[in-house]
């Protein structure tokens, strides 16, 4: 496990980011790619429709959002498509 860690770390350096700390507050921010569906779901798309422009399931772009929703205090997507988060809009 820890050789897996340590090269992904490395491939991280490689496109010039890096690994964010597990702490309590991480937990509560966005990932970048949870601000992207944020993005995605403002401009009104469903879920296979942001599975596709991101190369993922419908059912991870659904995992993400239960994980914003929570993230948020939020519980619906209409609630998140009216909600002001982190600069978003």
Do not use: C, D, Y
């Not at 059912?59 to 993400?64: D, G, L, N």
């Amino acid at each position: 496990m820890l050789a897996f860690a340590r090269r992904a770390a490395r491939e991280l350096r490689s496109t010039g980011e890096s690994a964010r700390r597990r702490t309590a507050q991480a937990a509560s921010e966005l990932t970048p790619q949870e601000a992207h569906i944020i993005r995605l779901v403002r401009e009104g798309l469903t879920n296979p429709e942001i599975g596709a422009r991101l190369f993922i399931s419908p059912r991870t772009v659904e995992w993400h959002l239960r994980k914003i929703f929570v993230k948020l205090g939020l519980t619906s997507r209409r609630r998140l498509q009216r909600t002001t988060t982190n600069g978003l809009g």
